[in-house]
Every structure is written in C-alpha cells, then in structure tokens.
C-alpha cells in the first residue's frame, strides 16, 4: 500500500467541508484510507496508528490530507479530489472554479441577500462568530459544539432580543424554507413547522409526514440544551413564536429527548394560536396545565400520527408485511438466541428505541443509557444499544452517517456470538449522508443473518432524497432483514423477536 499525508500549513476548514472532502475521497476505487483533517495532537495520534508518519512541525491550524492508496496514480486523484472541495467553489454559471471565501464578512460581501449563517469553527471561537452573524442581522445555525452553556445563554438572550434564531450550539439539522442545512432530508412543502432539539429526531418526523403526503414548511432545530433549566428554552419560545406567525404553517411539531419539566410546563401551558404535538421522547413525568391545542407523546412515530390527525390527513398502514416477517424469523431462532443489540448512526433514534424496547425486554446498556445503573460496560448476556454518532466511537473517523465503515466493523462481531438474537441499524439517508449506506452495510448485514441472527434495519428518509429510499430498503431485505415502516415499529420488532412475541410489532409505542 502507498502511504501519503499532505501538510497545507494554515488552512483551517470547518468539519463540514472536512467530512465532504473525506467522503468524496473515500468513495474513489483504490482508496484503502483517505482522512483530511485539522492538525491537533489526538488527529496525529489517530494517523500515526494507521502507519501514516513524517508530519514535521505542525500546529491546529494546519490541514492534513492523509492517503493510503493502492497506487501513487490514484493517490494523485484522491489528493486533487480533496483539495478541489476543500478550496474551491463551483460558480454556476461558468463552471470557473474560485477562490473560498475566508471570513464572515467577506462572505457577507459576496452573498448579497444573505440571511442565514451556518457556523462551523472549534468552540472556542464559535461564540465570537455567532455574535458578529447576529450584528450583521443573520439567523444562525451554529453548527459546533463544545460552546460554553454561558454562551450559549447570551447568545440566544441576544438572538431573542435582535428577533433572530441562534440554532445550536451542536446544531445538525434545520430545514429553513425548503432549503436543508446540515445533515437534512428533501421534502415537499405542507403545512407543518418542526420544532427540534434532537437532530435525527428532527429528520424521522420530517421524512414520515413527506412520506405520509403531509409537507413540512420549516424545521427549526434548537440544540440539545436549549430545554435544560439552564437556557431554559429561549429558542424554544422563538421558533414557536415564529411558526405561529407563519401563515403557511398549520401545526407546530415539537421534537426533543425528555425535557427538563419546569420548562417543558412553561413553554406548552401557554396559550397558542395553532395545535402543537410534543413528541418527547421517554417522557415519564406528565405534564399538567397544557394550554388548549396542546398534545404530548413520547415517541416520534405518535408525534407524527397525531399531527396529521390534528391537520384531517390520513395516516397509512405502519405495519405493512412486517408482522409477517417477524413472525417467521422468530420460528428459525435458536432458543440460546435472546439478546438484543443496538448500533445506531443517529443518537435520536439509538435514545427512542431504547425507550420502546426496555418495557418490554428490560434493561439495555449503553453508551447513553436511560439509567445511570444501564451504562457500559453490560454484564454477561446483557441487551446493548449503541450511539456510534459520539465522540468516543468518532475519534479519528467520521461519522457512521458519512462512512458506515465503523459500523461494519461492529455488525462483524455479532456474527460469533451466538447469544444475539436481533441486530437492531438505522440507515439514515439525506442529505449530508453517505451516497450509499445500504450498499454497503447490506453484506454485513447478510451475515448475521447467515450466522443465525436476525437483522432490523429501518431506513430514514425521503423518496426524493439522492440515495434513493426503496432502493436502499430492497437493498437490505435483499441482505434478509426485516425493513419496518418507522423507527419505532423496528425498535417493537426488536422487542418481539428478543421476546418471541409477534403480537409486539402491532403495539401502540406509547404503550
């Protein structure tokens, strides 16, 4: 194998064009390993291990594009490839490549009419940027995390007094006027605005009401801290306040992982000029005191049910053949096979089948569990679901969402024990994902199912997203899983198989 790194001393690139550059080099035939990435000491260390070495003096801000070919030829693509994304821009009109744009106010400049800023920088600097964004009369998607929960207050108490969104901190998904930032799905325009503090939680319910002939108008994502006591959901209260004086949006669909109680009571006690479904996931405190119009639930599958009641449209079947499906992959399981396993891209969905599937199987031990007793490591025999999506897991390569790769190597080791009953994936598709996840997780997948477990891999997305939604579910019942209409009917197949129970699949998941 040829080993290639190239140092572009002070070439700071936010993580979003990184990812781009990686992917797109890692999807070239004779690429074995291909990495850019910013300079730091744990990025070093990372490549170091995978053989890579002569860095000479570097610093944060230099920019590594690190290569392990078959070739030098092909080394030479993936290298121009790669800096092509990383510093050039298509102009449209004549295909002429230009120089990027290195600063905010320069993009300001060059962007006349621009309205929203996505910020991508380290946390340290994230604040800074979301403030001159804010002066110069931007929403903002603030993309990074490691924001100080300080910041993040007085940048919202800003945005809130400016009557901008500051959307974020660790903002991944938004959808602002058919236009998806960040990780988002294509779908068509209807009649309800989403309200988010849960990225992949914000995706399911968007791609079920497409799905569904439902259309969304806006998604306004908030940052998973915006409803802790602390921030207190000042975000919250805006993204509301601006649905509400939206005259195409008919319903507010309001998304997060269990909020703090105190704040959730607030924010839906009020009196509200148009039905708001809360769909909080593992919600176990219930709320008294919600103002009319209000609705809450606890998984994304009922939020999006119940929306559409709420507007008259018609829910279709969400069952389809997998009952069947379920009931005869439980007639070939060896009685031995009784665990559950979970290994998500999306930390959403990993949280909402958690939350379905422990009433039923009992506890499931995590890397973000539901109880504090349920963290890893998981006693002998123990159920497991894992959130690749964190930090621990994306260290030195992206994120499962743009390279299944690490998922893969997980799926692997389920094919020798013999105590997995049901390997539980999300696919998530969209934009910002890999061009073809399920192409790639499917020979995976087909052997657990050969080594006499059963797969449950529910797809996330639209039928207008560029993967292409039933190619990729054909592609995995191909493979021999079983493909469920939500993410919450897999999480209750998962439970039926573990348990022998195919009456599960046909559950209310609020149950």
């Known amino acids: 194998m040829n080993h290639e790194i190239t140092v572009l001393k002070d070439s700071y690139k936010d993580s979003v064009r990184l990812l781009e550059a990686t992917r797109a080099i890692q999807a070239i035939d004779g690429v074995d390993y291909g990495w850019t990435v910013m300079a730091t ?44 994304i990383l510093f050039g821009a298509v102009n449209s009109s004549n295909d002429e490549i230009v120089e990027s744009i290195d600063s905010l106010h320069s993009a300001i400049d060059a962007l006349d009419g621009a309205n929203v800023a996505i910020i991508s920088v380290p946390g340290a600097y994230a604040a800074l940027e979301t403030q001159k964004a804010l002066t110069a009369g931007l929403d903002v998607l603030l993309f990074s995390d490691n924001v100080d929960v300080e910041q993040e207050i007085e940048l919202k108490r800003r945005a809130r007094s400016l009557g901008r969104l500051v959307m974020g901190p660790g903002a991944g998904t938004a959808m602002l006027a058919g236009t998806g930032l960040g990780f988002a799905n294509r779908v068509s325009p209807g009649p309800v605005g989403v309200v988010a503090a849960a990225g992949t939680g914000a995706q399911e319910v968007m791609s079920l009401l497409d799905r569904w002939g439902i259309g969304i108008t806006h998604v306004i ?17 805006s993204a509301i306040e601006a649905l509400e004086a939206h005259e195409q949006t008919e319903a507010i669909l309001f998304v997060s992982k269990p909020p703090d109680p105190e704040v959730a009571q607030r924010l839906l006690g009020s009196a509200r000029s148009k039905p708001i479904i809360a769909a909080m996931i593992g919600l176990r405190e219930e709320l008294d005191g919600l103002a009319n119009g209000v609705v809450v639930c606890n998984t994304l599958e009922q939020g999006a049910v119940l929306t559409g009641e709420a507007l008259g449209r018609p829910i279709p079947d969400l069952l389809g053949d997998t009952p069947n499906e379920v009931a005869s992959k439980m007639m070939e399981l060896d009685q031995s096979r009784r665990r559950f396993v979970g290994l998500f891209s999306g930390g959403t969905l990993a949280y909402e089948a958690m ?3 422990v009433p039923h199987i009992g506890p499931i031990y995590s890397n973000t569990p539901l109880e504090k007793d349920w963290a890893l490591p998981a006693p002998d025999g123990g ?31 389920q094919v020798k024990d013999r105590s997995v009953a049901v390997v ?67 999480a209750l197949a998962a439970s039926a198989l573990v348990n022998r129970d195919p009456a599960l699949v046909m559950s209310k998941v609020d149950e």
Request: glycine share 10%; with cysteine.
């Open 41 to 84: 000491t744990t990025n070093i260390d990372t490549l170091s291990g995978e053989g890579f070495e002569d860095f000479g003096e570097t610093t944060a801000n230099d920019l590594i594009i690190a290569l392990r070919t078959d070739d030098t030829d092909t080394a030479t693509v993936a290298r121009d490839t790669a800096k092509e």
């Open 221 to 237: 994502g908030l940052g998973g801290r915006d409803l802790s006591i602390d921030v207190g959901g000042l975000m919250a209260v």
């Open 355 to 357: 939350t379905i599937a």
């Open 424 to 490: 539980l994936i999300d696919v998530v598709i969209g934009d910002g994902a890999h061009p073809n996840p399920a192409g790639l997780l499917a020979p995976a997948a087909r052997e657990i199912v050969e080594s006499g477990a059963v797969v449950v891999a529910y797809v996330l997305g639209t039928h207008s997203d560029p993967q292409q939604f039933e190619v990729q579910r054909q592609t995995l019942r191909d493979a021999g899983c079983i493909v469920p209409e939500t993410a919450a009917r897999a």
């Open 383 to 413: 159920h497991v679901c894992l959130d690749l999506g964190e930090e621990e897991y994306t260290v030195g390569r992206p994120h499962p969402m743009i390279d299944p790769e690490a998922r893969i190597d997980w799926m692997a080791k």
